[in-house]
């Protein structure tokens, strides 16, 4: 796994704050957990996944965004991919 870099090492020019924030967030503002599945309704993260993002490698960022992926699928097929205040919209 890839170390966050520190203010030195960008300082020094060894790492660019652009090379950390490569991967973009999965996040989509939602921000609301689901007390059934404990993932974020928005972005499909648990907590502890939340809050390493910004401190993870780009490794597990990969890592977190593939299990991300395989739950909104699962969402998808249990519900038609309805969550959150789209279900109540949807009923």
């Given amino acids: 796994m890839t ?3 520190t203010c ?3 300082a020094a020019g060894t790492q660019t704050i652009e090379q950390t924030m490569s991967i973009k967030s999965p996040c989509t503002s939602v921000c609301r957990m689901s007390a059934v599945s ?3 309704e928005g972005c499909f993260r648990t907590i502890p996944e939340i809050t390493e993002w910004s401190r993870a ?3 597990q960022k990969r ?3 593939a299990e991300v992926a395989t739950r ?3 969402a998808a097929r ?3 991919g309805l969550h ?3 279900q109540e919209a949807a009923r």
Avoid: F
């Fill in 78 to 80: 249990v519900d038609g």
């Fill in 38 to 40: 404990g993932y974020c």
């Fill in 57 to 59: 490698g780009n490794a």
């Fill in 8 to 10: 030195r090492q960008w």
């Fill in 72 to 74: 909104r699928a699962a």
């Fill in 63 to 65: 890592a977190i965004l």
């Fill in 84 to 86: 959150g205040e789209c």
């Fill in 3 to 5: 170390s966050t870099p």
